[in-house]
């Protein structure tokens, strides 16, 4: 089925640019084209104000609506929305891959680092499903890709650093090169830390971590308006600790590449089609061997394998403008679990967490942009995807849900509209969303999956409903030469929302935990999103940034849900003058007394952090250097948030430096 799917999408994406291709163009005419509006978003440079050797995960946390659940100070699972992963699409350059973790501790933001990528694109609710069916949204991280033609055909640049509270030692380093027909883009990273220090200068054990990544792009232009690339990542963490959880990381490995074919129309109503074939592996094996605490030693090995297709054509023609995307891609998802007793030589059980699990989905999306008059724009999109699984081993699935079939197919649509208007110094928006997502791999087919934050094994369940969302959002604001001020809103009423539930299916497998989940739905749950943001040029060489986030979510019963983030703030300053640069902020969180103990919450105080960083900037020609230092915890608090898994405790005061070559 999904073949013939897919054979249908591409024999009409392939006629409709056909058809827009029935006037060729002189070979030796020249024409200004119109400028494909998808190119004109400015790209905003992966690090922030403070600090300029962030990782991915530190750049995600200084989004809005992207908090995160910690396990440790590495892959760090990103909450779009306050909403789990399950219910948000992350890809790369469109690319969707799933991790090999039945913990999470292998999120798709930990493949890649911040050299190799160019900016990060965050898509709230329903307008995030041109990458695929979602309630929360999509983060898509975006690769580097230089342009043909440019005046420097090198470009570089080489970052190293050091941190003092984990000792972590970074090398960073990336290397392009441009001419007319073929541009070549590379990266390489590498990271080493030990264990951190809280703020009562304690050692969090368990919180080491290797980290090695590299990529490679390149590009050939074909004719003047076509052009091939081929890209590759390949990244390796080793020894890598989770405190919060009873073991850790040995090895995770993950190879993805794609080939892409590019092509520019200079008239009619498709303007540009981008289409790109993919292939991503990730092979990941947890470890307790130095966990001595535990009584039963367990291996936990897990694969993922995706192969996939994405297909895009921008649209122009006059006031309208648009994006169609056909996604399709099969992906293989197989976890381990092997129990010894303290003889490691003696096996006494196997199962598969994951029973070899078979996803296919094949997707067609659409946005659509009017502008009605100077002042005002319509935006209107949607999707229709078809989802199917199969569960190899589904004798593991029987022995909760006697029957249960061993495929599963489902449609998922969706659909989001919103209005923007620009009136002088303000700006309203107003929308709203309808859309389905199907259970994940483990919310449908998981076996004894250990959850550490409560303590219990969890069951996935075949026959559970599609989650559906009804959202709603608004946004206000006003700007003028001097400030700016904007407040966001988003409002889900998500209809089968997926929970783990004491269902009484059996006894605990692993000795730590107290009893058996079993993943039902809610007659509904609401979470509800807000955001204030406010700036102020105080003196032209001093800028004052705030913002103020809050969020509340219930279930159908008025109970809280778990990992939503409490009242949270931040204030900061910069002053820039000439190669001189200081940054200071303030950030912390109000207590977090809306907290649910029936999911392993308890409460947690507020607290608050101040850090401050000073650069300076020595330029040359076409040579930059920059340096850095600076503290974040300056005062050493010691702190544990909502979404620290287990209340392990932050780092303390960790000084940094850091030196960054480009030309």
């Known amino acids: 089925m999904m073949k013939k799917l897919s054979i249908t999408f591409f024999v009409l994406f392939l006629g409709m640019n056909a058809k827009a291709q029935t006037e060729p163009a002189q070979s030796d005419s020249t024409k200004v084209l119109e400028e494909v509006e998808v190119t004109a978003i400015a790209k905003r440079k992966i690090e922030t104000e403070l600090k300029m050797s962030v990782s991915v995960d530190e750049f995600l946390a200084s989004s809005d609506n992207i908090s995160f659940i910690k396990r440790g100070a590495y892959a760090w699972e990103p909450l779009l929305n306050n909403m789990s992963t399950e219910r948000s699409t992350v890809t790369i350059?469109?690319?969707?891959?799933?991790?090999?973790?039945?913990?999470?501790?292998?999120?798709?933001t930990s493949y890649v680092e911040s050299n190799n990528l160019s900016t990060i694109d965050i898509t709230s609710g329903q307008e995030g499903s041109l990458h695929?069916?979602?309630?929360a949204g999509s983060i898509d991280l975006k690769r580097k890709s230089t342009p043909f033609g440019l005046a420097r055909k090198w470009s570089g640049a080489y970052q190293t650093g050091f941190e003092f509270n984990n000792k972590q030692f970074f090398n960073l380093g990336n290397l392009s090169y441009s001419s007319d027909k073929f541009v070549a883009d590379g990266s390489i990273a590498f990271r080493k830390a030990g264990n951190y220090y809280d703020g009562n200068n304690d050692e969090v054990l368990h919180s080491q971590y290797n980290k090695f990544n590299s990529s490679l792009g390149l590009a050939y232009k074909t004719s003047s308006l076509s052009s091939v690339r081929v890209d590759a990542i390949f990244d390796m963490a080793k020894d890598v600790g989770f405190p919060a959880l009873p073991m850790d990381l040995w090895l995770s490995r993950a190879i993805i590449t794609s080939a892409a074919y590019k092509k520019l129309f200079e008239e009619g109503l498709v303007r540009a089609w981008d289409t790109k074939l993919y292939f991503n592996a990730i092979e990941h094996y947890m470890d307790d061997t130095k966990r001595p605490e535990n009584l039963v030693h367990m291996d936990m090995p897990g694969w993922s394998t995706t192969y996939g297709l994405v297909s895009r054509a921008n649209l122009k023609r006059g006031?309208?403008?648009?994006d169609i995307q056909l996604n399709v891609y099969e992906n293989l998802s197989i976890a381990e679990m092997t129990m010894y007793p303290q003889d490691r030589s003696n096996r006494t059980m196997f199962a598969y967490s994951?029973?070899?699990?078979?996803?296919?989905?094949?997707g067609l999306s659409m946005n659509n942009s009017w502008d009605i008059s100077e002042a005002s724009r319509l935006n209107l999109g949607g999707s229709l995807g078809w989802n199917y699984n199969r569960s190899k081993y589904v004798e593991f699935n029987w022995i909760f849900h006697p029957g249960t079939p061993q495929e599963k197919n489902r449609i998922l649509p969706g659909l989001?509209?919103?209005?923007?208007?620009?009136?002088?110094?303000?700006?309203?928006?107003?929308?709203?969303?309808?859309?389905?997502?199907?259970?994940?791999?483990?919310?449908?087919?998981?076996?004894?999956?250990?959850?550490?934050?409560?303590?219990?094994?969890?069951?996935?369940?075949?026959?559970?409903?599609?989650?559906?969302?009804?959202?709603?959002?608004?946004?206000?604001g006003f700007r003028n030469e001097r400030m700016g001020i904007e407040a966001t809103a988003n409002y889900f009423h998500?209809?089968?929302?997926?929970?783990?539930r004491i269902l009484s299916l059996g006894s605990p497998m692993n000795y730590q935990s107290v009893d058996v989940k079993g993943y039902t739905s809610l007659n509904y749950a609401t979470l509800f999103n807000m955001a204030l943001n406010a700036n102020y040029d105080i003196l032209p060489h001093l800028?004052?940034?705030?913002?103020?986030?809050?969020?509340?979510?219930?279930?159908?019963?008025g109970g809280n849900l778990p990992f939503i983030r409490p009242l949270s703030y931040q204030t900061s300053l910069h002053f820039m003058h000439r190669e001189f640069g200081v940054q200071t902020s303030l950030n912390g969180?109000?207590?977090?007394?809306?907290?649910?103990?029936?999911?392993?919450?308890?409460?947690?105080?507020a607290y608050s952090i101040w850090n401050i960083s000073a650069d300076y900037t020595i330029s040359f020609k076409n040579f930059k250097t920059v340096l850095q230092v600076g503290a974040e915890n300056l005062f050493n608090k010691y702190y544990s948030t909502y979404a620290d898994w287990g209340n392990i405790p932050r780092m303390g005061r960790n000084i940094f430096t850091s030196m960054k070559f480009s030309f």
Not at 319 to 322: I, K, L, T
Not at 354 to 362: I, L, S
């Open 354 to 362: 994951w029973p070899w699990v078979t996803t296919r989905f094949a």
């Open 494 to 500: 998500i209809q089968h929302y997926i929970v783990g």
């Open 93 to 108: 350059d469109g690319m969707h891959i799933f991790g090999a973790c039945t913990d999470k501790m292998d999120p798709v």
């Open 589 to 605: 969180d109000f207590a977090h007394d809306d907290y649910s103990p029936e999911y392993g919450e308890d409460l947690t105080p």
């Open 543 to 557: 800028h004052w940034k705030g913002t103020l986030r809050y969020a509340r979510a219930t279930d159908d019963k």
């Open 416 to 476: 989001h509209a919103s209005y923007q208007l620009n009136i002088k110094q303000f700006d309203f928006s107003v929308g709203a969303g309808y859309g389905h997502r199907a259970p994940s791999v483990s919310e449908g087919y998981g076996y004894y999956i250990y959850n550490s934050f409560d303590r219990y094994d969890y069951i996935g369940n075949p026959d559970l409903k599609n989650e559906i969302s009804y959202e709603a959002n608004a946004s206000a």
């Open 132 to 135: 695929g069916a979602t309630v």
């Open 319 to 322: 006031e309208y403008s648009g």
